[in-house]
């Protein structure tokens, strides 16, 4: 039975099953990259919900694993060496995933750099600007009077869909088979059309590529079931 007392965070959020990776998340784009992906490969692991509303991930507790205060994050009681390791990042915990599973990253090195590129893409630049773009539509920042943020960040999320239109030219998945790229992408798509309302705003219906990868990817079951991995209260 892996011990995980060395962790704080395992005080106020208990694990049940420690021999398993113990995820703390909530379901948002960036959250369920780790739902999705730990689903996907059949990793047994135990979920938290960690309540972003209620601001959990500013506790002592959840800092001591994450001093960035976001999920998701995670402890795995059998990291390198067998020793527990705990992460956080969104893409690290992806990659990190990948190289423990053998799965949804290429063993090739010049298949698994592209790979990476992509998820780095998402990190960077798809992740940061279509969230800024629903904090400007549909929360706080809708109130601002000044439209130009909003116009910002509107004309960038089209752009970069535009990046995606292209690269998903001829493919079914932004490399040739589904892997962590396509993970980190969806659940972020996702969010920008439904919860951020701003379908309309990104010109979403007038491509072709993006919304038939959206389409695919929303229909595997482990993707269906980690978009509800942890639930929101």
């Given at each position: 039975?892996?011990?995980?007392?060395?962790?704080?965070?395992?005080?106020?959020?208990?694990?049940?099953?420690?021999?398993?990776?113990?995820?703390?998340s909530l379901n948002t784009p960036n959250g369920v990259k780790a739902s999705i992906m730990l689903e996907e490969t059949g990793l047994p692991y135990e979920p938290h919900l960690i309540d972003i509303g209620q601001n959990e991930t500013w506790t002592e507790d959840y800092l001591s694993l994450n001093p960035n205060g976001k999920i998701p994050a995670i402890i795995d009681p059998d990291g390198p060496g067998g020793k527990p390791l705990g992460l956080f990042e969104s893409g690290a915990i992806l990659l990190y995933l990948a190289e423990k599973s053998g799965q949804y990253l290429s063993a090739d090195p010049a298949r698994r750099w592209q790979t990476i590129q992509w998820v780095f893409f998402q990190m960077a630049a798809i992740g940061p600007m279509f969230?800024?773009?629903?904090?400007?539509?549909?929360?706080?920042?809708?109130?601002?009077?000044?439209?130009?943020?909003?116009?910002?960040?509107?004309?960038?999320?089209?752009?970069?869909?535009?990046?995606?239109?292209?690269?998903?030219?001829?493919?079914?998945?932004?490399?040739?088979?589904?892997?962590?790229?396509?993970?980190?992408?969806?659940?972020?798509?996702?969010?920008?059309?439904?919860?951020?309302?701003?379908?309309?705003?990104?010109?979403?219906?007038?491509?072709?590529?993006?919304?038939?990868?959206l389409e695919r990817g929303l229909a595997r079951p482990a993707v269906q079931r980690g978009l509800e991995i942890p639930k929101r209260p």
């Open positions: 039975m892996a011990d995980l007392s060395d962790f704080p965070i395992t005080r106020r959020w208990p694990a049940q099953h420690p021999d398993r990776i113990q995820l703390y969230g800024q773009l629903g904090f400007f539509n549909r929360f706080a920042g809708k109130e601002i009077e000044d439209k130009r943020p909003l116009q910002r960040y509107v004309a960038e999320s089209k752009r970069l869909l535009g990046v995606l239109e292209g690269r998903l030219e001829g493919r079914d998945w932004i490399m040739d088979d589904y892997s962590i790229a396509d993970i980190a992408t969806l659940g972020w798509v996702r969010n920008l059309v439904t919860f951020y309302e701003a379908r309309d705003l990104v010109d979403f219906d007038a491509l072709k590529n993006v919304p038939a990868w």
